[in-house]
């Protein structure tokens, strides 16, 4: 086993209950402080690849290492533990409505049974670095939808995760506020976060040096290294 | 170790406000068969204590005025007798009035007794209740008066403790299938309130929750709900025997039951709604462990 890698998937196949195959013998592997995209078009697969990542599922066949561990091999409460390394950006953000910016952020927090009392100058620090110092007590739906978003992005990133995932998270945002965004995904990347964007919009990613994996009809390949330049397809990245 | 308690919005659920409703009938229901037990119960013991130790002797009157004379000799001789036995509190002949007072509702005042064959009557009360005390006063009767017959209350003591066990076992079986009842209210409640909230659950999950916090949510919101529930379905309970005290208590008959309990009683009624809370909060907690058992 590597534990030089974050993150390898191993021949990995998923399938929902007896249908077809949604992934398909994927093979990737991450390593820590990496930035890497994931493009495709809407269905390819991007959100189930990423709902691997995130332990949603287990995979149907292969094999799966997060942090090193076999996905497999572990029970519900270590994968519990492995999630709590996991920040997640959501299509749909996924705010809840009842609680306020401040509340929403703390909450990869407060569920390890840590009390709002003590997180509160942490999460109040990071809604102002994300420019939302002035609605710590707002509630989701009084806030715009970038606002929103960077609640959300707080809240994957509050608990320090080692690995960030987001799901379209320019999905709804026009190019310049989508660039800004991506922009704020790389400064968390300098400070040592394992960064993967799902995104559809091919146009926006090839504007960063990040390398690139390709998702169609469930199949993973990676179609653009660190260096900006093509790869070639091998045995190795197909 | 609670994190923010309101952060699966399960107040705002429409369940949230029949599930209060539903448990006050359920503990209202429990709590009026618990007493229906508990004063039957008393109401048995109270019949078995007052018949079980007392006799009545009937010997049947005599029509000639030489043989009541007779009768009367032998009769004085078998009290004394009987007065000397241990274990006998009181032996007493009805005299005229008492028989008069016996057969009023029958035959109305002022009855002229000598007139009628009305048997003598002679009551016998022991300290305590004694098969053997019993069979000794038989086997002096049966030597002294032959063709007097001893009634023990036996057979009609015994069909009316049977009917009172009767009705304190389908009192219990009440308070049993109330309690699977409200359990079963409670996990379609639980359920109703994963699915509403399946994606605030799965949020949760994501991040890292522990099953048994996600459960809390649950639990302690079941454990609010039934807790109102339960007071109110014991206030209405309260309300419902004072009502049937003060009734009972104008009867002012000997043969009703009195709605008094004892400090330990007031107890098992107070269990009550506590029983309820807590079979609420721990289904509440064992249906969503179950559910989120089936993620990975």
Do not use: C
């Amino acid at each position: 086993m590597d534990f030089k890698l974050l993150v390898r998937f191993q021949d990995v196949h998923l399938r929902y209950g007896s249908g077809p195959d949604v992934l398909h013998q994927v093979n990737l592997t991450l390593a820590p402080g990496s930035f890497h995209f994931m493009v495709g078009p809407s269905g390819a697969g991007k959100s189930s690849l990423l709902r691997l990542m995130y332990l949603a599922h287990r995979p149907s066949s292969g094999r799966l290492s997060i942090f090193g561990r076999d996905v497999s091999q572990q029970d519900r409460k270590e994968l519990t533990m492995l999630r709590r390394r996991i920040g997640i950006i959501f299509q749909d953000f996924r705010l809840l409505d009842h609680l306020t910016a401040l509340e929403n952020v703390a909450l990869p927090l407060t569920i390890t049974g840590q009390s709002l009392d003590k997180v509160r100058r942490n999460v109040s620090e990071l809604l102002s670095w994300v420019g939302l110092a002035d609605y710590l007590d707002a509630k989701p739906p009084t806030l715009s939808g970038g606002q929103q978003q960077r609640v959300a992005i707080a809240r994957a990133v509050i608990a320090r995760p080692s690995l960030l995932l987001a799901d379209e998270p320019t999905g709804n945002l026009d190019d310049k506020i989508a660039e800004r965004l991506l922009f704020l995904f790389e400064e968390l990347n300098k400070r040592g976060t394992t960064i993967v964007v799902a995104s559809h919009n091919e146009g926006l990613v090839n504007r960063f040096n990040h390398p690139v994996f390709k998702i169609v009809n469930g199949e993973v390949r990676l179609i653009r290294n660190q260096q900006n330049s093509p790869v070639t397809p091998t045995a190795e990245n197909m | 170790m609670f994190g923010n308690k309101n952060d699966v919005p399960l107040d705002r659920d429409a369940s949230s406000r029949f599930l209060p409703w539903l448990i006050a009938m359920m503990v209202y229901l429990a709590t009026m068969s618990l007493i229906i037990a508990i004063t039957m119960n008393k109401l048995a013991n109270r019949w078995d204590q007052g018949l079980s130790s007392s006799l009545t002797i009937q010997i049947p009157a005599e029509p000639s005025a030489e043989k009541r004379r007779t009768l009367e000799k032998q009769l004085k001789t078998f009290i004394t007798k009987i007065e000397n036995l241990d274990n006998i509190s009181r032996v007493e002949q009805l005299n005229d009035t008492e028989l008069n007072k016996l057969m009023e509702p029958w035959l109305g005042k002022d009855i002229l007794l000598h007139d009628l064959p009305i048997p003598y009557l002679i009551s016998i009360e022991l300290d305590s209740s004694s098969a053997k005390t019993i069979d000794e006063i038989k086997l002096i009767l049966a030597q002294d008066i032959p063709n007097a017959s001893v009634d023990d209350h036996q057979r009609w003591l015994g069909n009316l403790l049977g009917l009172t066990k009767i009705i304190q076992i389908i009192a219990l079986l009440v308070v049993i299938l109330v309690g699977g009842a409200a359990a079963l209210m409670v996990i379609l409640v639980t359920r109703m309130g994963l699915a509403i909230h399946r994606q605030v659950v799965e949020l949760f999950h994501h991040m890292g929750a522990h099953d048994s916090y996600i459960a809390s949510r649950f639990q302690f919101h079941a454990l609010k709900l039934s807790i109102v529930g339960g007071l109110s379905g014991l206030l209405l309970a309260g309300i419902t025997v004072a009502s049937f005290s003060s009734l009972l208590g104008q009867a002012n008959s000997a043969i009703l039951p009195t709605l008094t309990f004892t400090s330990g009683e007031w107890g098992l009624l107070l269990l009550m709604p506590l029983s309820a809370s807590l079979i609420a909060m721990m289904t509440a907690r064992l249906t969503v462990l179950r559910s989120l058992a089936l993620m990975p």
